[in-house]
């Protein structure tokens, strides 16, 4: 299988701990996106790499979370202090080619549930 | 500012019937239009898009969906549902050239 890879699919913590997920996007593939997605809604964009370079992060992303993307290949999805509000699936995806436009293919995703 | 608004967070239809799922757009330029697949407890696949070169946009699993400007709506439909299509669905838009904004889903249940 040469998608994209999430690990873990699902992690159960305590409020105030510190989780990280990880991402292997498709091998060619340049660009990498994480996005969060609460019960009910739709995927919202979280940040943006292109190669090892974060060009873009949303206002939802807050200093509690970091993210990388050493080598311009996995990335890594850290949140800090974990809060209950933090719950929801995780999602990476990654795109190839010059352009945004190759679209995105998503993974699986990591649910995170904070107790 | 950019957004999608599905209309209907639950569709049903019965096998066989045409499905009609509906999305309508907001941008302030041109934008490039998805619609996406999610199963329960996947990432999402994706269906089809639109990037200008034609209105009507043909994609898997039998799909297609239509651009049109003057309504700004970018409706998904398939001729006949089978029970695997039953699923949530995605309507998403970009101008930014990154980051897609989704709409809220639109369940569709699919009756024998």
């Known amino acids: 299988d040469t998608g994209v890879s999430q690990d873990p699919r699902h992690k159960i913590t305590k409020r105030g701990q510190n989780v990280t997920f990880r991402c292997d996007p498709i091998?060619?593939?340049?660009?990498l996106y994480w996005y969060r997605q609460t019960l009910g809604q739709g995927p919202e964009f979280l940040t943006y790499f292109q190669n090892e370079a974060q060009l873009e992060k949303s206002r939802l992303l807050s200093d509690r979370f970091s993210a990388e993307r050493p080598k311009g290949s996995f990335s890594t999805l850290e949140i800090q202090r974990t809060e209950q509000g933090d719950s929801a699936m995780y999602l990476c995806a990654s795109s190839g080619g010059g352009s945004f436009y190759g679209s995105p293919y998503f993974g699986p995703g990591t649910r995170l549930t904070v107790l | 500012a950019q957004s999608v608004t599905q209309l209907g967070s639950h569709v049903s239809v019965s096998e066989g019937a045409l499905v009609l799922l509906r999305c309508n757009y907001s941008s302030s330029v041109p934008p490039y239009l998805f619609w996406y697949v999610q199963y329960p407890n996947q990432g999402l696949q994706l269906l089809l898009k639109y990037t200008s070169a034609a209105t009507l946009v043909k994609g898997i699993n039998g799909f297609e969906a239509e651009f049109k400007k003057s309504e700004t709506s970018f409706h998904l439909t398939k001729p006949s549902a089978h029970m695997s299509d039953a699923a949530e669905y995605f309507c998403?838009?970009?101008?930014?050239?990154?980051?897609?904004?989704f709409g809220k889903g639109t369940s569709l249940l699919v009756t024998p």
């Open positions: 091998s060619e593939h340049n660009r």
């Open positions: 998403a838009l970009t101008n930014s050239g990154y980051a897609l904004n």
